[in-house]
């Protein structure tokens, strides 16, 4: 079965612009959750979708947005790029409330 | 008080012996918990997960958690090179989201 996949895996954005980040979940997870990882920070949680719906939302600011569709994909927005957005974003899926498996991850770098 | 901590090392153990990780968590309502192992540059890596209070064992790898104490623990025995990288303890208290601990840095000595 295929893993969780991520596109694109690198961007470089500048100040002020936006970015789409795309998550492919594993066939059959309903559930896609999206992550910030920062070596200050760590892993935080921005939200999660189930069925199109957002479940559930971390403790970021709206500029940072996304949705799924009907066969899981999910997408992630951040509008109004700042310097201290870049980071490694990472999309996990589960079938179930337990085990979530990660993507690859996208590395945004903001210039 | 962070609501999952980690120590966050490095830890440095020489090859072949055991590797000992310890996390803490805040929320008494927890019911789920897991272990990644992150290399860097890459995403994290589901090692063990663990519900109930005792030990569970799979490989060179043994999960412990004490719900009353609110640790969880992860013994990697035989540590190898190979094991070195970032550990990651995860717990899901109960809604659907997971909160991460910052990671402990395991580097095994050759």
């Known amino acids: 079965k295929a893993g969780v996949t991520q596109t694109p895996r690198y961007l470089i954005k500048t100040r002020g612009q936006q970015v789409t980040l795309s998550c492919s979940p594993i066939?059959?997870?309903?559930?896609v959750s999206w992550y910030q990882q920062t070596p200050g920070q760590g892993l935080q949680f921005l939200f999660e979708?189930?069925?199109?719906?957002?479940?559930n939302k971390g403790n970021f600011p709206g500029r940072f947005s996304g949705r799924q569709f009907s066969n899981s994909r999910s997408e992630m927005n951040v509008s109004t790029l700042e310097l201290g957005d870049s980071a490694l974003y990472l999309c996990?899926?589960?079938?179930?409330?337990?085990?979530?498996?990660f993507g690859p991850g996208t590395r945004l770098l903001v210039l | 008080q962070k609501e999952v901590e980690q120590n966050s090392g490095p830890l440095s153990v020489p090859e072949g012996a055991i590797a000992s990780l310890n996390c803490t968590y805040s929320d008494r309502g927890s019911q789920s918990f897991f272990w990644y192992r992150q290399y860097s540059g890459k995403s994290p890596e589901l090692i063990m997960s663990?519900?109930?209070?005792g030990d569970k064992e799979d490989g060179r790898f043994t999960a412990q958690l004490n719900k009353a104490s609110q640790y969880v623990s992860l013994l990697i025995r035989d540590s190898q090179p190979s094991d070195s990288a970032t550990y990651l303890c995860?717990?899901?208290?109960?809604?659907?989201?997971?909160?991460f601990g910052t990671g402990t840095r395991l580097k095994v000595l050759a």
């Open positions: 663990i519900y109930s209070n």
């Open positions: 995860a717990v899901a208290p109960g809604t659907y989201k997971y909160i």
């Open positions: 979708y189930f069925s199109e719906t957002q479940r």
């Open positions: 066939s059959g997870h309903r559930s």
């Open positions: 996990a899926s589960k079938v179930s409330q337990e085990t979530q498996y």
